[in-house]
Structures are given as C-alpha cells and as structure tokens.
C-alpha cells in the first residue's frame, strides 16, 4: 500500500503533483467546511465523499508503474483519468438523485441510476484492491455473490436471493452498505483525527514527542527500544494509522536499536508491536475507537475510559518483551540522553492540543468538532513561540497529507461496508452465531480461540480497522450470547482485529519497519507477532475478569483484575523467555507458566495465591543471583 509523505516537503507522486495536490487539499478544505457547517445531509455528503476518494485514489495509485514500458504506462494513466472522471460523474449522480421521490422503490432504479450503481461498485473494489490489497476486495464479492445466489445453497447457509435492483437499492442509494455506518464515520470523526496526526507531523510536534520518549527512557538498559515503545504509545493513536506510525518513529528508532545491539528484525518488530498498540492508546485509538462507538451506541467518552488499563497493560507487557530481550542481549543503555525537564522545557506547548482533545471527548463533545479544535490549536501551538515556527507550505503539506492518509481507510471502509450490508440484509450473522456457538461446544474459551484464529485470518489481508467491521457484525452476537457485555464483547474483537498489522504472513506495520531496518520481512513479522502477544492475552482477560470496570463491579474486583493480568504477563513473558532477573531453569519456567494459567480462574482467591506464589519466585531469583539485572 502506498503510503504518503509525512514531511514538510510535497510528497513525490510524480508528474501530477499539483493536480493531485490541489485535489487533495480541496477534499481537506470541503471536509473541514462540513464539519464546521454540516449543511449536508448523508445522502448528499457521503457520495461526495466516497467519489472525491476515488478520484484522489486512480490519481495516486496507478493502474501500472513507472517502471512500466512508456505505451503501457499511458495507457493505464488513461485508464487511471477515465476511471476518475467516470467516478466524479456518480457522485454527481447521486448527490442529485431525489430520494423524496419514492417510486424508485416499487418500480425499480432507471437504467442510468442502475447502471451508475454498478459500476460504482466494481469502482470502489478496484480502489480497494489498490489500497488495501485484493482480499479486501474478494470478501466483498464473496458477500455479493452470496446475497444474490443465497437461494440455491443448503438450507443451513441460505437466504432469500436478491436480484440486481435490490442490492443496488439497498447497497448504494440507501443510507445501508457501501454508504452506511463504517464510511459515515470514516468521512467524519477519522477524517479530521488523521488530519490532526498530520498537522501533529509538520508542525514539529511529533518530534517532541519521540524527543520526550527518549528522554524518559533512553538511559535504561535497550534505551532506544523503550523509547521506541513510549513514543509509538503518544503517537500511535493520533496518526490514525500503524504503518504511518511505524515509518515516522521508526526512521529515528529502528537505526539507534541496531547500533546499540538489536538485530535488525528484532528492532523492526519492536517497532511495528509498539505502533501497533498505538491504535488501541487512549484519547483517540485509531479509526476503529469511533466505528465502535457508533455500532456500540455508547458516548466514546465511556469507552475511552475503559480502555485507558488496558491499553497500559499492552505496553507493559511489550515493554516487558523488550526488556528481557536487552537482558538476553547484554545491552546498556544510551549515554548522554537528555533530561526530561530540558526537552519539556522547549516544547511544552505541544502538550496542550493533546491535553485539550482527551478533555474535551470525556466532556462528551462532538469528535468532529474535538478533532478540528485539535488541528487549530496543534497550528496555534506551533506559532505560538518563535523557535516552532514552521513555513506556510508546511502547513498546506499537512493538510494536502491528511487527504492522502484517509484514502486507503475510506475505501476499506466503504467495502466494508458492503459486507455488514449483506449481513443485514440476508441475516447470516443469526447462522454464523449459531454455527460459532456449535463450534465451541458451549464454552466461552471455545469461542474465543474460533474467533482469534479468524481474527488471524482476516489479518492476513485487511487492515485494523476494516477486519474489526467484518470481525464485529458477525462474532459480537456470538460473544453477547456468552452473556458478554456489548462493550466488553466489541472491545476483545477489536482487541483481536489489531494483529492485522502484526500477522505473518502479511504484517503490513512489520514489513514497513523491516524496510527501514534492512532485515527479512517474515523475521521481522515473526518477532512483531511474538512482541505482541498482549493482543491475546489482554482480551481474554477481558472475559474472564473485571479488567474492563463496569457499573456493577467492586473496586476490589477491578484491582485483582489488573494484578491478575500483570502476573499473567509476567508470569508468561519470563516462562517463555527463560528469564526474570536472572536465567532461569525448567522447573522455574514451568511454574512460571502454570501460574500464568491459574491466572485465567475467576476466583479471586486462587489468582492472589498465585500470585503469592509469583513474587516468592521472583524474590529468590533476585536473591541467588550474584548480580542482579538492573532496568
């Protein structure tokens, strides 16, 4: 997937730079008028969107390479341009198409409209396709396929069958399918959230930020990739996207973990983990946090909340993997770091937007009207003392990058949206509840491990936050038939769908880190995957205990709850590893990991034995050894 530029200088995009570049700060420009005005209605707003996407996306990805022979390039550059105008001509259409004239409804699409549908359709797949990749694409196609040849499959997989008319009707000139939920709020919230991760960029703010994280840890033992991690947690929920974190902060962490001693794919894959969990780190979590909150129908503000331990958990547990790792290694940490205080000193001004959003969701404002506060006050922030003055056109490349960012998210969500529109509109999420229930044999631990194993398979080709759509319409029922709370059932598909980018053998964050780092992508995939175990742990966690604090739990059941998973992951990570402060022998791993186990019984009172039994294992391997490892 071609990712955009996030620098102060225009993205290279080849002989069309200021057409693609006007088009693109015209998308920033008409989306920051509607969420100021927000004069159009969903009918109107939402196909102008879509096809001002795909314009920008035919422009960007074309049909052929430079590298192509020159008659075969222009061909597919004609193809490219055709494609665009055909695509700005159905918006047209359809920001046009009287929707109170209800007779297209009992007398079907006229020929034109028809047509137009269609052909949007087989648009919005190929922009998918060259986006996010052909899977994508192929699930969406599977769905139709089966929306309309239902009927002539086993009665146990069947439904109705639709004909042409009725998928277009319900598909594309219906608030349902490719314009429903996931790209509503793709077009919306996410929108000016990406826009916000890259003003963050050019103004100079996320450099403070990498700046802080090095500060804090770059002096302990495998400095840089504790850093690495601290900084990826502030950055990763803002950038809106994994791969995009991983290039920013990798390009200046993955370099100082290979001189000080990491191999390369160690470095590229505590990268991509670290990024990774940036999409679940409060305030903003990524693109899928306010997809959640729509399907959910709870204030975000409620969900922010719950996630703030969790997310705290997964760093630690990834923070704990790295640590263990420089152990094993024999590093040090950096010499001549600077001190915290001296880098606040110089930017504290950054931390404002960041401190005035999270306030701001929790007051349960609109996120559209928080995320572009957001982006006027990160640009006040910046030309708010003389030193962070950043030029104009960096401005605009901010602006112009923040278009570019949203196209592979607005075309995975409105293919995803095709899917939950046949799974509404055949009803097979009833069938897949049922099968999935079968399949577990009526146990909880069952349906989990069906649904990480499809979570790992979805994985393999579609990102976070369009894996979590097809992952939640079809295993969230499944989950609340477990007697799972909506949230606490959305939260561990969403947990689940985040091994996206950190999947062999398609890991799109590992390999973007394996290409900084110069190592194998599958290595680097490997060691990302393995960094990043808290995405199975921490959500099954979340079904077995009050790790997410509900109204009805006790404090008490919310602190076992967090102990328990800390000596989970403790317990785990050191069994695993073979090492806590010291090396460790096999009877000390094996009881290391049958305490990890015991961990996961709801009893309160066998997870604190356990974890009486943890710190007695911990305090005499810090008393035998001669020298014991320090942080």
Request: aromatic share 10%; glycine share 10%.
């Amino acid at each position: 997937m071609q990712q955009p530029s996030l620098s102060n200088e225009p993205a290279r995009l080849g002989g069309f730079d200021y057409l693609i570049g006007a088009i693109a700060l015209a998308l920033t420009l008409f989306q920051i008028w509607h969420g100021l005005a927000a004069e159009l209605s969903a009918p109107v707003f939402l196909p102008l969107h879509l096809s001002w996407v795909l314009v920008l996306v035919f422009l960007v990805n074309p049909t052929f390479s430079r590298t192509a022979p020159p008659s075969l390039y222009r061909t597919g550059r004609f193809l490219d341009f055709a494609f665009a105008a055909i695509s700005a001509w159905i918006g047209f259409r359809l920001t046009n198409f009287d929707y109170n004239d209800l007779s297209f409804l009992f007398d079907g699409l006229g020929t034109v409209d028809l047509y137009a549908g269609v052909i949007l359709i087989a648009l919005l797949l190929e922009a998918t396709r060259r986006t996010v990749g052909w899977v994508m694409s192929c699930i969406a196609i599977v769905f139709l396929v089966y929306a309309m040849l239902g009927n002539v499959l086993p009665d146990d997989f069947a439904s109705k069958g639709f004909d042409l008319q009725e998928i277009i009707r319900f598909h594309i000139f219906s608030t349902n399918g490719v314009f429903g939920a996931p790209l509503a709020i793709s077009a919306g919230v996410v929108f000016v959230f990406v826009l916000f991760g890259a003003l963050l960029q050019v103004t100079g703010a996320g450099q403070f930020f990498i700046d802080c994280a090095f500060a804090i840890a770059g002096r302990y033992r495998g400095g840089p990739a504790k850093a690495s991690v601290l900084a990826s947690a502030a950055l990763g929920s803002i950038s809106g996207s994994a791969i995009a974190n991983t290039v920013t902060t990798g390009a200046l962490t993955i370099p100082m973990m290979k001189k000080l001693g990491y191999k390369p794919e160690q470095a590229a894959g505590i990268e991509a983990a670290a990024s990774t969990g940036g999409q679940i780190m409060p305030p903003v979590m990524g693109a899928g946090a306010f997809v959640m909150a729509q399907f959910t129908g709870l204030p975000y503000a409620e969900i922010l909340l719950v996630s703030i331990a969790p997310a705290i958990l997964y760093f630690f547990c990834t923070l704990l993997y790295v640590h263990l790792m420089a152990c094993k290694l024999g590093l040090k940490g950096m010499d001549n770091v600077e001190k915290i205080a001296v880098v606040v000193k110089q930017g504290w001004h950054y931390l404002l937007p960041l401190v005035m959003i999270t306030v701001l969701l929790l007051m349960s404002y609109s996120p559209v009207l928080v995320g572009l506060a957001g982006c006027l006050a990160i640009v006040v922030a910046a030309f708010s003392r003389r030193k962070t003055w950043v030029p104009f056109s960096a401005i605009l490349a901010g602006l112009r990058d923040g278009a570019l960012m949203i196209l592979p998210i607005s075309a995975a969500c409105a293919t995803a949206g095709i899917v939950v529109g046949v799974v509404g509109q055949t009803g097979i999420g009833l069938q897949f509840t049922q099968a999935l229930i079968s399949l577990s044999g009526g146990y909880l631990w069952g349906a989990f491990i069906l649904i990480a194993l499809a979570a790992v398979v979805l994985g393999m080709g579609l990102p976070v936050t369009a894996a979590y759509i097809v992952l939640s319409v079809m295993a969230v029922p499944a989950l609340n038939e477990f007697g799972l709370p909506v949230l606490t059932a959305h939260l561990i598909v969403f947990w689940l769908s985040q091994t996206s980018n950190v999947t062999p053998p398609i890991a799109l964050a590992a390999f973007a880190g394996a290409g900084i780092a110069g190592a194998s992508p599958m290595k680097s995939a490997v060691q990302a995957f393995k960094l990043a175990f808290g995405f199975f742990i921490i959500p099954l966690m979340m079904a077995y205990s009050g790790l997410l604090w509900q109204a009805d739990d006790t404090a008490f059941q919310f602190v076992v709850a967090i102990l328990a998973t800390l000596g989970l992951i403790i317990a785990f990570a050191c069994g695993v590893e073979a090492r806590l402060f010291n090396q460790l022998n096999l009877l000390a791993r094996g009881l290391l990991l049958i305490i990890a186990a015991l961990m996961l019984v709801e009893s309160p009172v066998v997870r604190l034995s356990a974890l009486g039994a943890l710190a007695l294992i911990a305090l005499w391997d810090w008393k035998r050894g001669s020298d014991p490892v320090k942080i």
